[in-house]
């Protein structure tokens, strides 16, 4: 197949007419796709702490103080500020808090903040 010689060929763009726009464009939403292990893994270690507050306060969940651990709270906090958070959020425990604290900042470790999160 012989090929012609000349310009090669152009492809030009005309600009449309702004009457074919509809007249009420609706924006899309923008959402943030979560790695479906990361949201496992976050929803794990919140069911371990669940867990451990039955036990560390030794009661119902109905009896368990007012409290709120927030992980990305704690993320944002280096390891000493993260452990005195800790202690200070469980002041009211009698028991030793130590294992738990211990526990759950091991499951922490790689863990990343989640942009957006919603807050109770």
């Known amino acids: 197949m012989a ?8 492809v030009m ?3 449309g007419d702004k009457a074919e726009e509809p007249p009420h464009r609706k924006l899309g939403k923008l ?3 979560y790695n479906r292990k990361d949201l496992q893994r976050r929803l794990d ?3 371990w702490i669940d867990g451990q507050l039955h036990l560390l306060f030794d009661c119902e969940e109905e ?3 007012e409290l709120e ?6 993320l944002d906090l280096s390891d000493v500020e993260q ?3 800790l ?7 009698g028991k030793p808090k130590e294992e738990f604290i211990n526990g759950l900042l091991y499951r922490m470790k790689g863990l990343r903040k989640m942009s957006g999160s919603v807050k109770k």
């Open 87 to 93: 202690q200070e959020l469980l002041q009211e425990c």
């Open 31 to 33: 959402t943030v796709k």
């Open 45 to 47: 270690i919140e069911e």
């Open 63 to 65: 009896e368990i103080p």
């Open 13 to 15: 763009f005309q600009p």
């Open 83 to 85: 452990r005195s958070r």
């Open 69 to 74: 651990i927030d992980i990305d709270e704690l």
């Open 3 to 10: 090929s012609q010689p000349g310009p090669p060929p152009r």
